[in-house]
Nanobody, 112 residues
Framework: DQFVESGGGLVQPGGSLRLSCVGS????????MTWHRQPPGKAREWVAT???????MYSDSVRGRFTASRDNAKNTVYLQMNMMKPEDTAVYYC???????WGQGTQVTVSS
């Protein structure tokens, strides 16, 4: 399994970013995909889950602000992040359920 995240950067509070993650080495369209993040000095935490059929689930901390989606034709999952807060600052990762592999992640910093 391989995961390549991109789209991170510096954004002001209240702003938006869209992250992308390309997965390879497995049948992408059949797999449950997840987004996670690791804030500085803290443990990695779950953010969202995307089921193959389109169902979605979010952590309490991002529900209503973040929207996850997937494009199976491109082997890609997305995370649209709106109304961002300083506490969203973290390295963001995607992964498929059952994998032990992590990508390099993409750094998101929310600061004025």
């Amino acid at each position: 399994d391989q995961f390549v995240e991109s789209g991170g950067g510096l954004v002001q509070p209240g702003g938006s970013l869209r992250l992308s993650c390309v997965g390879s080495g497995f049948p992408f369209s059949d797999e449950i995909m997840t987004w996670h993040r690791q804030p500085p000095g803290k443990a990695r935490e779950w953010v969202a889950t995307l089921w193959p059929g389109g169902a979605l689930m979010y952590s309490d901390s991002v529900r209503g602000r973040f929207t996850a989606s997937r494009d199976n034709a491109k082997n890609t999952v997305y995370l649209q992040m709106n109304m961002m807060k300083p506490e969203d600052t973290a390295v963001y990762y995607c992964q498929k359920v059952g994998s032990t592999t992590w990508g390099q992640g993409t750094q998101v910093t929310v600061s004025s």
